[in-house]
C-alpha cells in the first residue's frame, strides 16, 4: 500500500505484464511466450512461496483493506488484498484456512472479542489501527498468549488539534453560522438574527486523561490564555497544573471538560447526570476519547433542557449510530469519528503496522505493543 500527500491512496495490487513487440513477429512472440512463461513460474514459485508465510487477515471494512493493505514482505502474507468478505465470511467460505491466521489487522468498528478470537485457534497478533484498543479483548488475549499493539501517540496531534476545533465550533457557533448562512434568502443576513456565542480566551478548562492526547490539547488551549486543570489515574510529579481526583470536582470547579481518556470499567460513564450539572448551564464537552465516557442519553436530556451550554462530539456511545434527536439541537458539534482521519495519519499507520508485523514475524520487538 502506498499512501502520497495529497490524501489520494495509491493501491498496486497486480504486478504489471508488458509484452515486447518485436520486427521479428516468430522471436517476439516467442520472446513474449518466454517472458510469459516465466512469469507463470515466478507466479507459481512466488504462490508457493506465499503458501509457507504466516497469513494475515484485514478485519474491517473493504476501504479499510486497500487503506491498510502492507507492502509485501517476505515474512508474512496478506490473505485479502482487495475487498475479499468479512473474517466470518471468509472463513465459512474457507473453513480450512481459519487456522493459518497467524495475524489480524482491525479496527474500531469491527470488535475482536472473544467469539472472533475463538474462530482462530493459530491467532498470535492483533495489529489495531487505532490508539484505543477497547474493541479488543485484551483479557482473552492475554488467556491467549496473543500480543496486540496500537497506533501508541501515532495520532495525538490530530486528534488534540480536533478537540480544540470542536471547543472553538461550539462557543463561536462556526456550524451553526454556517447553517444560518446558507438558509438566507436572496444572499443577504441580519447579524443580529445570529445568536451571541460565547468567548474562549481565558475559559477554565477542565482534561480528563493527561496523556498525550491531553498535553497537546493543554498545550493548544494555554495559547488562548485558558486555565487548565485535569483529572488522570494519577497526578503527574512534572505537571503543574491542578490535579483533581474527581471528575465531578473537575466538572464543578470549570467551565468546559475536554475527554481525551481511554473507555475502560473504570472510565465508562465517567461522565454522569451529576458531573453534566456541576459543569453548570454554560459549561461545554467535548469527547474524542470514546462515546461511553458519557451517559449520552443523559447527556442528549441535559442538553434539550439547557442544564449544559453545549457539546462537541466526535465519538457515541452506539457507533456508527447517532441519536437523531442530536440532529436538531444547535448547541452541539458532530462529527463521524474523524479526529484521526488525515492523510498524514494514514500514512503514518500504514508505516507503523507494517514495522509491527515485520517486528513480530522476524521475532524482534514490536513498536507499539499494548501487551
Ligand atoms: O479513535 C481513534 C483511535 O483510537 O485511534
Known sequence: MQCNDTGYIIFISFPVKTLTLTTQPNKGLSMANEKNNNNNNNNVEQSTKSNNLPKVFIHGPPQFSIVLQPNPSQNFHILNPSSLPSLHEFISLNPHQASSISAILCTTLYPVNAD???????LRLICASSAGTNHIDLSECRRRGIKVTSAGNLFSEEVADMAVALLIDVSRKISTADRFLRRQVQNQFATWDFPLGSKLTGKKIGIVGMGRIGLEVAKRLEAFNCMISYNSRNKKPLLSYPFYSSVLELATNNNVLILCCDLNDQTKYIVNKEVILALGKGGIIVNVGRGALIDEKELLKCL????IGGAGLDVFENEPNVPKEFFSLD?????????????DTFMSICQLVEQNLEAFFSNKPLITPVI
Request: aromatic letters at 0%.
Open 331 to 343: 448547541n452541539v458539534v458532530l462529527s463521524p469519528h474523524a479526529a484521526i482521519l488525515t492523510s
Open 304 to 307: 434539550i433542557e439547557g442544564e
Open 116 to 122: 472472533v478470537i475463538r474462530l482462530l485457534p493459530s
